[in-house]
C-alpha cells in the first residue's frame, strides 16, 4: 500500500510538499513556502522523520521550508542535480533577509539554513537512488537550470512528479525529458492550465523594439527579472538583438547568474551565457546607479514583482521619465506592485512607504518557465497516467473536472480531501 499525502500547493500556487510513504520508505518531494504572504505559509508539517527529501528545483515556492526540518533537529539528506544546492542556499538567505526587514520571524535561523545546504547530494538526471527499496530517479523538467521531474518506482506502481515543467526549449534551456518509463501516478502542476503562451519570438521581437524606441529616444530601460533562470534568460535575448548600448546587471541577478554560468552542461548552449555576459556591466552600489542612467541603457534588475531590491530605487530615480520604459517579464501576482502598477499606473509600496504615479512606459512580456496549457495537455497525452492529481495551479479543480471529462481519473486534492492510498 502507498500512501500520498499533500501538504500544500493545493488549489494554489505556492509552498509546494508532497510525502509519499509505503511502510518501509517515507520520502518528501519538495517543501516550499508561499513567498508573498507575510507572514509566509508553509506545507502542513509532516510526523515523522522521512528518510529522504528530493527536491525539484530551487525556487522558493519548491525549496523555501527545507530548513524547517533542521529547525526540529531533523538531519535528512536532500536530494537534486548539482546547480540547485547554491541556488537554493541563495534564495533561503535572502528568503531571511527580506523577513527581517519585513519584521517577521521565520520558523528557522541562518544556522538552519547553513545545516540544511550541507544534507545536499548531488546527483545526475536518470541516475537511480535507492531508498530503502523505493528508487527514485530525476528527469529534467524544463523549468530553470536543475529542475527535475521526479520518478518514483515502487515495483507494483509507479508516480511521477512534474515539479513546474516546460517542455519547448527557451534560450537558457533546453525542454523537459519526455523519455520517461511507464507512469502510472501522475501529480502534475497546473499554473497555466486555463490559458496559453503568446508566442514567444513575437515577445522576443516585441520587447526589442520598445528597448530600441525608448533607447532612440535617450530613455532608459529597467527590465525586471526573477533572479533565477528570468535575468539570464532576457540576458541571451539580449545578446541575440545586438543591443548596442551600455547594458547592466544589477541585483541578486548578479549572484544567480554566476552560480549558474558555473554549471554550464545545465544550460542548452555551454557557451552562449559567457558570450552574453561579454556585454555585460555589473552594477556596484549606488554610485553606479547614479552614474549608469546618467545616459541611455539598459538594465535588468531584480525583483522580478517590483516589491523590493533595487528596481525600487530606479522606479523613484526614473518614474517621472516619459521617454524611459520599465519592462516586466514575469507572472505580476494579485496585490504586488507590479500587478498593482499594471492596473492602475500607480507604483504602491506599503512596505517602503511609496506611491506614485509612474509615467514611464509599461508593459509586461511574456517569457513564462511554466508549460502552457496545450503543453499541459501534450504532457498528459504522451505520459498516458492511469490517475492524475493536479496540483500548484488557482484552477485545479476546474481543470481537473476537465479532465475527467476527457476520461483521465483526474483529482484536485484540497485541504479536507489531501491523503490518498493508492
Not at 129 to 150: C, M, R, W, Y
Not at 276 to 286: D, H, N, S
Request: hydrophobic share 40%; aromatic share 8%.
Amino acid at each position: 500500500m502507498i500512501k500520498v499525502e499533500f501538504l500544500g500547493a493545493m488549489a494554489c500556487v505556492g509552498a509546494s510538499g508532497i510525502l509519499i510513504e509505503n511502510g518501509r520508505s517515507k520520502i518528501v518531494l519538495d517543501y516550499g513556502t508561499k513567498v508573498r504572504e507575510i507572514p509566509p505559509k508553509f506545507p502542513l508539517k509532516v510526523n515523522g522523520k522521512p528518510d529522504a527529501i528530493f527536491l525539484s528545483h530551487a525556487h522558493l515556492d519548491h525549496s523555501g521550508g527545507l530548513p524547517i526540518f533542521e529547525s526540529k533537529g531533523e538531519t535528512i539528506p536532500i536530494y537534486s542535480i548539482d546547480v540547485s544546492k547554491p541556488l537554493t542556499q541563495l534564495l533561503l538567505l535572502d528568503s531571511i533577509k527580506i523577513s527581517r526587514e519585513e519584521g517577521v520571524e521565520l520558523p528557522f535561523t541562518k544556522s538552519d539554513v547553513d545545516r540544511t545546504v550541507k544534507n545536499f547530494k548531488a546527483i545526475e538526471y536518470r541516475e537511480p537512488v535507492d531508498v530503502n527499496g523505493t528508487e527514485i530517479k530525476l528527469f529534467d523538467a524544463g523549468h530553470i537550470p536543475g529542475s527535475s521531474q521526479i520518478f518514483l518506482d515502487y515495483g507494483e506502481k509507479t508516480i511521477l512528479y512534474s515539479g513546474d515543467i516546460k517542455l519547448s526549449d527557451t534560450r537558457l534551456i533546453k525542454g523537459a525529458d519526455m523519455k520517461i518509463p511507464n507512469v502510472d501516478v501522475l501529480i502534475m502542476e497546473s499554473t497555466y492550465a486555463d490559458r496559453e503562451h503568446p508566442n514567444r519570438k513575437e515577445q522576443e521581437k516585441e520587447m526589442i523594439r520598445m528597448i530600441e524606441e525608448t533607447l532612440s529616444k535617450k530613455g532608459k530601460v529597467i527590465i525586471a527579472a526573477f533572479a533565477v533562470g528570468r535575468a539570464q534568460e532576457i540576458l541571451l535575448i539580449l545578446h541575440k538583438y545586438g543591443i548596442d548600448y551600455p547594458l547592466y546587471l544589477d541585483g541578486m541577478a548578479k549572484k544567480a547568474t554566476t552560480i549558474i554560468n558555473r554549471y554550464k552542461k545545465r544550460l542548452k548552449k555551454k557557451k552562449a551565457l559567457d558570450k552574453a555576459l561579454r556585454e555585460v556591466e555589473y552594477i556596484k552600489g549606488e554610485r553606479m546607479r547614479k552614474k549608469a542612467i546618467r545616459d541611455p541603457c539598459v538594465i535588468v534588475t531584480t525583483s522580478g514583482m517590483l516589491n523590493g531590491g533595487p528596481i525600487v530605487w530606479y522606479l523613484k530615480k526614473l518614474h517621472r521619465d516619459k521617454n524611459s520604459s520599465l519592462i516586466l517579464t514575469g507572472w505580476q501576482l494579485e496585490g504586488t506592485p507590479g500587478r498593482i502598477l499594471l492596473e492602475t499606473g500607480k507604483y504602491v509600496n506599503e512596505e517602503e512607504g511609496l506611491e506614485f504615479d509612474v509615467q514611464m512606459n509599461v508593459k509586461r512580456f511574456d517569457f513564462s518557465a511554466h508549460a502552457g496549457r496545450s503543453e499541459l495537455f501534450e504532457y498528459l497525452e504522451r505520459l498516458s497516467p492511469e490517475k492524475v492529481f493536479v496540483i500548484h495551479g488557482d484552477h485545479t479543480e476546474e481543470f481537473a473536472a476537465e479532465l475527467r471529462e476527457k476520461g483521465y481519473d483526474a483529482i484536485a486534492p484540497i485541504a479536507n480531501n489531501r491523503v490518498f492510498t493508492l
